[in-house]
């Protein structure tokens, strides 16, 4: 199973069939955990993983942001993960 490392959590990524127009949720209760569809294409699987990660990290650390910004963060983040990948080596 996938995990992702949130602070002291690790976060279970599960893969399941989460119907039309969804692509990925962000359950913070009772026990965090990402939800992925894994009936979308995977390019936009890995989007959906970034944007319910950013999700997670604003909440586990107490930043406030909504939807839109949440979304231009998935994209911003994703382009500059894909243009800087020597810099994500190293980290
Ligand atoms: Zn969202």
């Not at 992702?4 to 119907?19: M, T």
């Not at 998935?74 to 500059?80: D, N």
Request: charged fraction near 20%; hydrophobic fraction near 45%.
């Amino acid at each position: 199973m996938t995990t992702i490392r949130i602070g002291p959590l690790e976060i279970p990524v599960e893969y399941a069939d989460l119907g039309p127009g969804v692509f990925g949720k962000w359950h913070p209760f009772p026990s965090p955990r990402i939800e992925i569809n894994d009936k979308a294409p995977e390019p936009m699987q890995a989007l959906a993983l970034l944007h319910e990660c950013i999700h997670a990290l604003c909440d586990l650390h107490g930043i406030r942001a909504n939807e839109q910004t949440v979304s231009t963060l998935e994209m911003v983040l994703a382009q500059f993960m894909r243009d800087n990948p020597s810099v994500f080596a190293s980290v």
